[in-house]
């Protein structure tokens, strides 16, 4: 073997036992209760998406182009900095997200933390968190059933702030008339999700 071989190979078994260490560390840390946030990397047809997750339920979930240094220090400042990548606690999320992407699930079963919403945003991301799968509602709709049927903007506006874009399912807000309206991760993964429920604006 020489040396340059050696020395990769050096490097790569370095890198699985810091990965493997950072594992053992994270479970640990989980088991002992000195993991607030835990947070884990899922696959997509978006590319890579960030969730993250308290023990009470998911907090955050974000697409690609979300900064993580950001997110991380919004996490620290209004939950925990006890932060830790530990996919661990996140598989059963990442399974119905995997699931959810291949056409095969029609509802999310994993717990939500609302912390992160506050007020009449949280009142609208939980009416919105019953719009069935395939179907849509408009800005209007979701406004009646929060009790304020002339809040059609601020609805758009909680909307576009939903921390947990895919599994509270803003996309299926649209317009009165058909147009798709705004969406929190642009308007063409608005479209590309509707599309892979069979949904489509009215």
């Not at 990397?41 to 590319?47: A, C, E, I, K, N």
Request: proline residues 7%; positive net charge.
């Amino acid at each position: 073997m020489s040396e340059l071989e050696l020395t990769l190979k050096l490097r790569g078994d370095l890198s699985r036992d810091a990965a493997s260490v950072a594992a053992r560390f994270a479970e640990t840390a989980d088991g002992s209760g000195a993991l607030d946030v835990a947070y884990a990397m899922v696959d997509s047809p978006f590319g890579p998406l960030l969730v993250a997750a308290s023990t009470r339920g998911l907090l955050r979930l974000a697409y690609p182009d979300e900064p993580v240094e950001a997110l991380m220090a919004q996490l620290a400042e209004e939950v925990s900095p006890r932060i830790l990548e530990a996919p661990g606690r996140l598989d059963p999320l990442r399974r119905q997200l995997d699931e959810y992407f291949a056409g095969s699930r029609r509802r999310f079963e994993f717990p939500i933390d609302w912390r992160l919403v506050h007020g009449f945003g949280r009142d609208v991301l939980r009416v919105t968190a019953h719009i069935p799968y395939g179907k849509v509602s408009t800005y209007g709709d979701v406004a009646v059933r929060t009790g304020r049927p002339k809040a059609s903007r601020a609805v758009g506006n909680a909307l576009g702030a939903n921390p947990m874009p895919i599994v509270i399912p803003c996309h299926r807000v649209v317009r009165t008339g058909g147009g798709l309206g705004g969406y929190t991760g642009g308007v063409q993964r608005k479209e590309r999700l509707l599309q892979l429920e069979g949904g489509a604006p009215r």
